[in-house]
């Protein structure tokens, strides 16, 4: 069966349809969807109802699947380990309130960010599945990296090129209060150092690299102007023309590149369900500075 790409929004964003998750892909559909997803960013694929072992699976085509190094929240799920669970709902079936720390942490991605970006070897890209999904908020936006790098003001631009900014995980509790990262997590998972300004491996287009939940340090900068870096830089990336807004359907899977956007999800009433299930694709190279 043929595939068809229909994009969603001009920056980025795009649907395809004539993919059947559930089965093992040839080289030429791969190829396409692979095409699609450089060319589109993120791209949604409608009507998946698959099983997490089926998510994994079609995950390894794209590369490996990470497994989350911090356990103590359960965010990592006890039953297929490359699952990381963006839910307020456990695996014993329990609504967990937003004061509860693992909700906490999964609250700073109400901001904007790019997943696993504090390891040495950031991710390639995220695969989310809908499982019960949120009408009364729950959007995930994302944003086009490259079109923010290219039209960034000279002011900032003069800011990022050829500087650093430090990526680390604990700084989420910083931002959220959820708890510390244990002395063994903390170990396992030291700040990163990466490039503010990227060059892509596959495209070889530049992005911006920031994250306001993890950049805690800017090269020659004291604490407070490196968040104020952070801020400005973030506040002009989060305008509509360079942003796709996702409105989930049940068992949408959506697949997007962590190494030219940003995204962050909008609130929802903590009363109602929602389950969404996520792969990370390991990076296997260091961020190159564009
Ligand atoms: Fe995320």
Not at 178 to 197: D, Q
């Amino acid at each position: 069966m043929a595939i068809t790409v229909t994009p969603r929004h001009p920056a980025l964003g795009a649907e395809i349809r004539g993919v059947d998750m559930r089965r093992p892909i040839d080289p030429e559909t791969f190829k396409a969807v692979h095409d699609a997803w450089m060319k589109h960013l993120v791209v949604v694929f409608p009507d998946q109802p698959v099983s997490d072992q089926e998510h994994v699976a079609f995950t390894r085509h794209f590369g490996e699947p990470e497994i989350f190094h911090q356990t103590s929240l359960h965010l990592r799920s006890d039953r297929v380990k490359e699952i990381f669970l963006v839910s307020n709902v456990d695996e014993n079936d329990r609504l967990m309130a937003p004061a509860e720390p693992s909700q906490k942490q999964l609250s700073s991605a109400r901001q904007w960010h790019t997943d696993s970006s504090y390891r040495t070897m950031p991710s390639v890209g995220s695969l989310l599945h809908g499982i019960e999904i949120s009408r009364t908020g729950g959007i995930t936006q994302f944003i086009n990296m490259y079109m923010v790098y290219d039209e960034l003001p000279e002011g900032l631009r003069r800011q990022v090129e050829g500087r650093k900014a430090r990526h680390d995980f604990g700084m989420l509790h910083r931002l959220v209060g959820n708890p510390p990262p244990t002395k063994e997590e903390a170990a396992a998972m030291p700040p990163a150092w990466h490039p503010m300004v990227r060059r892509h491996p596959v495209t070889g287009r530049k992005s911006l690299y920031v994250s306001s939940i993890y950049n805690d340090a800017v090269e020659g900068l004291d604490e407070a102007a490196a968040r104020t870096l952070i801020e400005e830089l973030s506040e002009f990336a989060a305008q509509p023309k360079y942003m796709y807004r996702h409105v989930w359907e049940p068992h949408d899977v959506l697949m997007w590149d962590n190494r030219c956007t940003v995204h962050a999800v909008t609130p929802h009433d903590p009363a109602e369900r929602r389950v969404m299930h996520r792969t990370t694709i390991v990076g296997s190279e260091s961020v190159v500075a564009g």
